[in-house]
């Protein structure tokens, strides 16, 4: 025969024997206060301007700051409400022809008007070709150039 109880949680799980421990969701005191002292030190030396530094020089520190450190420091948020009714996401795909010059095109193959006679541009089209969806070029912000 085993000396051990055969119940380990006779209170119920998560009811246990020290009713005033400490409460739910607090911190352990010693990881708080050697946080508290890392910030400090990180502070002192000017790691916010160390971190903006590595993050421009560095191609390789971009992708370790942004899939290794910010999940970390950033708050888990989980939706989990789940309604009854609910119904998957839907997605609506379109399929059409482009013409090479980026118009899209009729089930005859014509490039397609608008009442105005523009042509329809197909906008990953001139996303990829650094056009606005009228057709212009897309200039560079706050009226800047090349030059």
């Known amino acids: 025969m085993s000396d051990w109880p055969k119940n380990p949680f006779p209170a119920g799980k998560g009811r246990g024997g020290n009713p ?15 946080r508290e002292i890392f910030l400090r030190a990180a502070n002192r030396v000017g790691a916010e301007d160390e971190l903006v530094r590595l993050y421009e020089e560095d191609p390789e520190f ?8 910010m999940p970390r ?6 939706d989990a409400t789940v ?3 609910a119904e998957p996401p839907r997605r609506q795909v379109e399929l059409y022809l482009v013409s090479p010059s980026g118009a899209i095109c009729d089930e005859n193959g014509r490039e397609a008007r608008d009442q105005d006679g523009q ?13 606005n969806e009228d057709g212009t ?10 030059h």
């Open 20 to 34: 005033s421990g400490r409460p739910v969701g607090s911190q352990n005191k010693l990881p708080l206060e050697v």
């Open 62 to 69: 971009r992708i370790t700051f942004w899939k290794e450190i």
């Open 73 to 78: 420091l950033l708050p888990k948020q989980i």
């Open 83 to 85: 309604g009854v009714d």
């Open 119 to 131: 042509l329809f541009l197909d906008p990953l089209y001139c996303r990829l070709n650094g056009l």
């Open 137 to 146: 070029e897309r200039g560079l912000p706050n009226g800047e150039s090349e």
